[in-house]
């Protein structure tokens, strides 16, 4: 994280891989179609956003 916080890319990249998994839980939304059977769909847009704010705290965030 101190890697993350100090502009490393690899070390960005590994925080969002690291949290991408509850990023997409939390980009999920559930649809039932005619059939009444459920379908899981990943709101890409809402996943981008979440992953913007992700790297906006990383930036923010201050080591003391």
């Given at each position: 994280?101190?890697?993350?916080?100090?502009g490393d890319?690899?070390?960005?990249?590994?925080?969002?891989?690291?949290?991408?998994?509850?990023?997409?839980?939390?980009?999920?939304?559930?649809?039932?179609?005619?059939?009444?059977?459920?379908?899981?769909?990943?709101?890409?847009?809402?996943?981008?956003?979440?992953?913007?704010?992700?790297?906006?705290?990383?930036?923010?965030?201050?080591?003391?």
């Open positions: 994280i101190a890697a993350a916080v100090n890319p690899d070390a960005v990249a590994r925080v969002i891989r690291y949290y991408s998994g509850y990023m997409a839980q939390l980009s999920m939304w559930t649809r039932f179609d005619s059939l009444g059977i459920c379908r899981f769909h990943l709101d890409y847009i809402y996943n981008q956003r979440l992953e913007s704010k992700l790297v906006a705290a990383i930036f923010q965030f201050h080591l003391d």
